[in-house]
């Protein structure tokens, strides 16, 4: 049955082929190539940029802040917010870009407003780091990143201050636990959306980055537009 059905099809084209003069055949293949895209590897001196360059992607998960879950309570997705009283707020009027920004507002006395996130790294890798902020009232202890490696995940396993400055000069150190390359907190100007913009070594032993910002006594800053990428 299927012999018979194969051989009616051939015949079949066969009748149209002989109706065709060899005008209409040429014509039938000159289409057939007009409508097949010629590979890339026949002329590799030509090439689309946009197929050989890939974004570095973001280590941060809802870097632009714009996913909130409202469950317990309201609090900014993949995010840890320690917001024992609401000093972490998603924020829809001071904004870098999209819809909404985590306005970080501590109280005067004894208060630190943080916010922060556990990625995986690996030994050696570089890592961009940059976001921006906004400061809408500045303290005398301001703000700063706040920031660890780990070697596993659980906390105690936090590589210490004493290691880290083995590892880093006192400018680098700072990317952790200040406002960028020898600076303690973050340079500010009133009203005007920041960038900070580091980059640094992960150590060799470490597997983990917890990528945090504080905000103490008074402080009040707005963040935005999040990433940490590889730079290796």
Sequence with gaps: MKKGFIHLILFLIGVILVNCNTDEIDKIVEDAIDDTVEPNWKNPTICDTTCCKEENVNLLKNGGLERWQTFPFLQATDWLLFDDDVKVQMN?????????????????????????????????????????????????????????????RAEKYTLSI?????????????????????????PHKLNVWLQFDETIEVPSTAHYFVFGINSYCGTTIYIDDCHITDET
């Design 92 to 152: 829809r009027n001071i904004v870098y870009e999209e819809k909404f920004s985590a306005k970080m507002q501590s109280r005067e006395i004894g208060s630190t407003a943080r916010i922060d996130q556990l990625i995986s790294v690996y030994p050696k890798q570089k890592i961009r780091i940059r976001f921006k902020y906004y400061v809408e009232q500045w303290k005398p202890k301001g703000a700063r990143t706040y920031c660890y490696f780990r070697t596993e």
């Design 162 to 186: 004493d290691e880290l400055e083995d590892i880093y000069d006192k400018d680098t150190y700072h990317i952790f636990r200040g406002g960028g390359y020898g600076l303690a907190y973050f």
